[in-house]
């Protein structure tokens, strides 16, 4: 996740997301993916179909675009885009020169939609019962599908189970834990949790909203409401309250000298036995060569759920493509088959939204089943323009606190700050 335009910071600060921790060869397709067009488009538009995605991504994506073009008597190209890859789309949307298809986060569609980039996706009902139901109420933005969901991914707590063989009831446990193993001088740091110069929201969040806090209120629907902005609430008050407790003047376990640079590489390397993060963190902790466990981020005692946001990586179909009814057929035809979701896992471990093959790849990796069950309280991350303006200023009241500020004035400056922003 960041493959968000969250401005220079919030980008910076969630980069992670777009950051693959490898994995196998992508399968080649020796026939027609079961649920491919059983007939070859009629309208070939300009007679390529232009796909744009991360590096990881294009590795998986190639032997399947290829056997498209061939199946289709159209030129498939699959370009790799690496960075700041929302801002690239829109700017090339713009400008005429953008792909037919591009590959992304679900969170980008409210900013997307707003700029006229994409069109909805046309699943049918069939399709649609095919995908985990939190995949597809991700993609829905305003009543209608503009995503075909591929991949969900949410962080969750990953154990050292060889320092901390017992999985902790609540965050006190886990903090007692760390504590008592640095003590021991058996790691380094008490959790592995990327904070930063600058915070780090995303991780944040579930022990944020453990402890009460929240971003949003909600609309009739349960959706986040953008006129109800709760940072500076009383409730966000004491969860940002309970971020200083674990902070540097607290308890140490949050501290602004792990970053996402060096969060996984920690825990691969023994110094802490506690990591949250997610499927992208696996490749690394493999090659730990210790024994782990992945479970749900725990609350505190008798705190509220420790709900972790959920993000779906979808394929969009961009409204000024010069291939739109291509670039259709491919989305919901093509790629929405156990065959790719299998490949892209292979190239990119994160659990497919595609309820067969998420079931194909557990029967092998029992760690995808462990995510999706630790993501079941999370909640889709908001696909509102709005979030836009929330990253930063969270993330700057969170390193506030952490290093030992008030939380009460953390918290209303970063409600200041939003307000301020929405209003412009």
Same mark, same amino acid.
């Given at each position: 996740?960041?493959?968000?335009?969250l401005?220079?910071?919030?980008?910076?600060t969630?980069?992670?997301?777009?950051?693959?921790?490898g994995?196998?060869?992508?399968?080649?397709?020796?026939?027609?993916?079961?649920?491919?067009?059983?007939?070859?488009?009629?309208?070939k538009? #300009?007679?390529?179909?232009?796909?744009?995605?991360?590096?990881?991504?294009?590795?998986?994506?190639? $032997?399947?675009?290829e056997?498209?073009g061939?199946?289709?008597?159209?030129?498939?190209?699959?370009k790799?885009?690496?960075?700041?890859?929302?801002?690239?789309?829109?700017?090339?949307?713009?400008?005429?020169?953008?792909?037919d298809?591009?590959?992304?986060?679900?969170?980008?569609?409210?900013?997307?939609?707003?700029?006229?980039?994409?069109d909805?996706?046309?699943?049918?009902?069939?399709?649609?019962?095919?995908?985990?139901e939190?995949?597809? !109420?991700?993609?829905?933005?305003?009543?209608?599908?503009?995503?075909?969901p591929?991949?969900?991914?949410?962080?969750?707590?990953?154990?050292?189970?060889?320092?901390? $063989?017992?999985?902790?009831?609540?965050l006190?446990?886990?903090?007692?834990?760390?504590?008592? /193993?640095?003590?021991?001088?058996?790691?380094?740091?008490?959790?592995?949790?990327? %904070?930063?110069?600058?915070?780090?929201?995303?991780h944040?969040?579930?022990?944020?909203?453990?402890?009460?806090?929240?971003?949003?209120?909600?609309?009739?629907?349960?959706?986040?409401?953008?006129?109800?902005? /709760? /940072?500076?609430?009383?409730?966000?008050?004491?969860?940002?309250?309970?971020?200083?407790?674990?902070?540097?003047?607290?308890?140490?376990? /949050?501290?602004?000298s792990?970053?996402?640079?060096?969060?996984?590489?920690?825990?691969?390397?023994?110094k802490c036995?506690?990591?949250?993060?997610? $499927?992208?963190a696996?490749?690394?902790?493999?090659k730990?060569?210790?024994?782990?466990d %992945?479970?749900?981020?725990?609350?505190?005692?008798?705190?509220?759920?420790?709900?972790?946001f959920?993000?779906?990586?979808?394929?969009?179909?961009?409204?000024?493509? !010069? #291939?739109?009814?291509?670039?259709?057929?491919?989305?919901?035809?093509?790629?929405?088959n156990?065959d790719?979701?299998?490949?892209?896992?292979?190239?990119?471990?994160?659990?497919?939204?595609?309820?067969?093959?998420?079931?194909?790849?557990?029967?092998?990796?029992?760690?995808?089943?462990?995510?999706m069950?630790?993501?079941?309280?999370?909640?889709p991350m908001p696909?509102?323009?709005?979030?836009?303006?929330?990253?930063?200023?969270?993330?700057?009241?969170?390193?506030?606190?952490?290093?030992?500020?008030?939380?009460?004035?953390?918290?209303q400056?970063?409600?200041?700050?939003?307000?301020?922003?929405?209003?412009?």
């Amino acid at each position: 996740m960041r493959m968000r335009a969250l401005g220079v910071a919030a980008a910076a600060t969630l980069a992670f997301a777009a950051a693959g921790c490898g994995g196998s060869e992508p399968a080649t397709p020796s026939a027609a993916p079961s649920g491919s067009a059983s007939a070859p488009a009629a309208d070939k538009g #300009s007679g390529k179909l232009v796909i744009w995605a991360d590096p990881n991504r294009v590795k998986a994506l190639k $032997p399947f675009a290829e056997q498209f073009g061939t199946e289709n008597g159209v030129t498939v190209e699959v370009k790799e885009i690496s960075k700041d890859n929302q801002a690239t789309f829109l700017t090339a949307s713009q400008q005429g020169s953008g792909p037919d298809v591009m590959i992304g986060a679900h969170d980008w569609i409210g900013n997307l939609v707003q700029n006229g980039a994409i069109d909805p996706v046309n699943l049918t009902d069939e399709q649609k019962a095919g995908f985990s139901e939190i995949a597809i !109420k991700a993609v829905t933005f305003n009543g209608q599908v503009y995503g075909a969901p591929y991949a969900v991914e949410n962080i969750a707590l990953i154990r050292n189970t060889e320092l901390a $063989p017992d999985a902790p009831a609540t965050l006190e446990d886990l903090v007692k834990k760390g504590k008592e /193993l640095k003590a021991a001088g058996k790691v380094k740091e008490v959790l592995c949790l990327p %904070v930063g110069q600058k915070g780090d929201a995303f991780h944040v969040y579930p022990i944020f909203a453990a402890g009460g806090g929240s971003l949003f209120g909600a609309t009739a629907t349960g959706d986040p409401d953008p006129k109800k902005v /709760l /940072l500076g609430s009383d409730e966000s008050v004491k969860a940002f309250g309970k971020l200083k407790d674990l902070g540097e003047k607290g308890d140490g376990a /949050l501290k602004t000298s792990i970053t996402n640079e060096n969060y996984i590489a920690n825990f691969a390397g023994g110094k802490c036995a506690f990591l949250i993060s997610g $499927p992208w963190a696996m490749g690394d902790v493999k090659k730990g060569g210790f024994s782990y466990d %992945v479970t749900p981020v725990p609350s505190f005692k008798d705190g509220k759920p420790a709900t972790p946001f959920v993000g779906v990586q979808s394929f969009f179909v961009a409204s000024k493509g !010069k #291939s739109k009814t291509l670039a259709q057929e491919f989305v919901t035809n093509y790629v929405t088959n156990a065959d790719v979701a299998k490949a892209l896992y292979a190239a990119d471990p994160r659990p497919p939204a595609l309820t067969v093959a998420l079931d194909a790849v557990k029967a092998t990796d029992a760690d995808a089943g462990k995510f999706m069950d630790a993501g079941k309280s999370g909640f889709p991350m908001p696909a509102i323009p709005e979030m836009q303006a929330v990253w930063e200023p969270f993330g700057i009241a969170e390193e506030a606190v952490v290093k030992g500020g008030d939380p009460a004035k953390a918290a209303q400056a970063a409600q200041k700050a939003i307000d301020s922003s929405l209003k412009n």
